[in-house]
């Protein structure tokens, strides 16, 4: 979030509230149009009833209570008067309030469709970069923030000519009833700009703290498992309770302060009404006015007691707009896009091979996690990726999927640099299936489609494929079975051979499976693989594998360590000639040993 780093004044305030405000008004202009003309109408509407006041003071009240004129001949002129005016104001009131609260949720929704695409459109890296409960506060609370002042703004826009027309009746009526309204609105006015002010830094504070909160609580629901297990609810308990009660105190602090000032301006307005009834008066006794003037500016100035804190509740939402605008342009200004070319997928192209240039790449720059990279995988081969924990597997094999791109060298499908794919087109290409599957909530063929438009059959034989059609078929509604946020009602690798269904269903050029199957038996695992191997796929396969039984069905290996591909090869062959790879292996079939013989 932007800060404020000097006292703020009127011009950070107001100049880029209003800076703000003209964004969104830019983008709606009819919606505004619409809501200044509505309160613009009820402004005068305002005017004229005060007018209606003086003038049945005049020519109705007065005649009927000191010259005994009949009341009778008085009614229709006088009712026909007041019901004009209230279907005017009903009619002003109407126009403004759905043209506003138009004007403020499409903007709302049209910043949040703004961020999520601006979001989809980043590298990875930048979201490694974020807290996820944070970009949660700026889509939710930071959008909604930043647009709550366009609710009141055309109000407020229509209180502004109100106060300017008050003034200037006040002004033909008597020029000394003018000039007592205009200081009393200047003094009024100077003291909500002065709020305004001096609220701003701390809605700074308060939209920081409401970031800080719904990161805590993320993290709180995300990691309920962990701190489960290890006993740690009442110090979770107590972390979001102090980030929730920093931002109580600061949401106090602002309605105390913010409460004076507006008690305050509520004081203000009476006080000026008793000055200019006390003016009115010695002008009445002077001959310049008549009671029905008196009557007439002292009603419409208790008519604008509300209008007028209106004006402050927008400087109050233009103050704490800023702050919410802010946080939401840090996440539209971020610039690490993933540039795209301008190559086309090339459909039922069948297997596909890959291969790098002298790829390196770090998450770091003071810590190198590949180097000198160069791999060469056939079409159709069945590839192991295999290396000690920490020797970038993973890395690679994301790199293979362009979920990240090499700091240097280059990586090629076809002989076709990724980066010279168009944007949605090397998916269409190459599938990449995580050790951590991701399900929404929603059925079992939602989730393996995604929207993709297939058969059922073919969504079936990718489930056979993946070994998981047997236990979609045993679940309640088979495949229309809901699954529950993020899978909660599967297995781990229930879950998994779901996601994996989800890319084979698309038949990819390559399909990458990063420990994919590792939730799962290594039984029906193995069984995978083979399933996959004689399975008429257009694909080339890479794994990243360390269950023995699954490297031995793979065609090739390729041996990672410390950051470098140390050999490429077949099983057999890298276990005599390679010392690290043997030791890993053995260690391996220990390890899978000793699972056997626990189980």
């Known amino acids: 979030m932007t800060t404020v780093s000097k006292t703020p004044n009127a011009r950070d305030v107001l100049g880029g509230g209003f800076r703000i405000v003209a964004r969104f008004i830019k983008a709606r202009p009819l919606a505004f149009a619409s809501a200044v003309t509505g309160a613009a109408m009820f402004a005068a509407s305002i005017i004229a009833s005060s007018a209606v006041i003086g003038w049945i003071t005049d020519t109705a009240i007065i005649p009927i209570l000191d010259e005994g004129q009949p009341a009778r001949s008085k009614v229709v002129p006088v009712t026909l008067a007041v019901l004009g005016v209230a279907l005017w104001r009903a009619a002003a009131i109407v126009m403004r309030r759905t043209s506003a609260g138009w004007l403020q949720f499409r903007n709302q929704q049209d910043l949040r469709h703004k961020l999520i695409a601006h979001q989809m459109e980043l590298e990875l890296s930048w979201f490694g970069q974020q807290s996820i409960g944070n970009l949660l506060s700026v889509a939710d609370n930071d959008t909604e923030r930043a647009t709550s002042v366009l609710a009141p703004l055309p109000y407020a826009t229509g209180v502004s000519l109100l106060v300017i027309g008050t003034v200037v009746l006040l002004a033909l009526t008597d020029i000394w009833l003018g000039v007592v309204a205009l200081i009393g609105m200047a003094i009024i006015l100077l003291v909500e700009i002065r709020s305004a002010i001096t609220l701003y830094p701390a809605w700074e504070g308060i939209q920081t703290q409401l970031g800080i909160v719904t990161g805590v609580a ?13 006993g740690r609810e009442d110090m979770e308990t107590d972390r979001l309770r102090a980030a929730s009660e920093e931002l109580r105190d600061r949401n106090i602090d602002v309605d105390v302060r913010w409460e004076t000032f507006r008690t305050l301006i509520v004081v203000l307005i009476p006080a000026v009404s008793l000055v200019l009834l006390a003016v009115g008066a010695m002008r009445v006794d002077a001959g310049a006015i ?22 402050a509740f927008v400087l109050f939402d233009l103050a704490a707009s800023i702050p919410g605008w802010n ?53 159709g081969r069945t590839v192991a990726v295999v290396g000690p924990t920490g020797s970038g597997k993973t890395t690679l094999t994301l790199l293979l999927a362009r979920l990240w791109d090499p700091g240097t060298g280059r990586i090629h499908l076809d002989g076709r640099d990724l980066r010279d794919f168009a ?20 059925t079992v ?11 059922p059959e073919r969504v079936i034989t990718a489930a056979r494929l993946a070994g998981a059609h047997d236990f979609i078929e045993e679940l309640p509604n088979g495949y229309g079975t809901r ?3 993020q899978g909660a009602s599967l297995s781990g690798g229930q879950r998994q051979r779901v996601a994996l269904a989800r890319a084979l269903v698309r038949m990819p050029r390559v399909l990458i499976m ?13 069984e995978i693989l083979r ?44 276990l005599r000639t390679q010392p690290g790879y043997a030791r890993l292996v053995q260690a391996y079939e220990h390890e899978a040993a000793a699972r056997l013989e626990a189980s």
């Open 423 to 442: 944007r949605h087109q090397l998916p269409r290409e190459i599938a990449y299936v995580s050790q951590a599957s991701f399900l929404f909530d929603d």
């Open 290 to 311: 008549t009671p029905g003037d008196i009557v007439t500016s002292l009603y419409l100035l208790s008519l604008l007691t509300f209008p007028i804190q209106l004006i």
């Open 483 to 485: 699954v529950g946020e």
């Open 327 to 379: 946080r939401v342009e840090a996440v539209l200004n971020a610039d690490q896009r993933v540039v795209y070319g301008a190559l086309m997928a090339v459909p039922d192209g069948g297997a596909a091979p890959v291969d790098t240039d002298a790829v390196a790449f770090s998450y770091d720059p003071k810590q190198v996690v590949l180097s000198n990279v160069v791999v060469d995988i056939p079409a």
């Open 531 to 574: 399933g996959l191997r004689v399975a008429a796929l257009p694909s080339t396969i890479v794994i990243v594998a360390h269950r023995p039984s699954s490297i031995r069905l793979a065609d090739e290996v390729i041996f990672v360590d410390e950051g470098r591909v140390v050999a490429q090869g077949d099983h057999a062959t890298l």
């Open 218 to 230: 993320h993290e709180s629901f995300d990691g309920a498992l962990t701190i489960k297990s290890l």
């Open 514 to 526: 990063d420990d994919a199957t590792s939730a799962v038996d290594p039984s029906v695992e193995a």
């Open 445 to 455: 063929t939602g989730n393996i489609t995604m929207g993709l438009d297939v058969t």
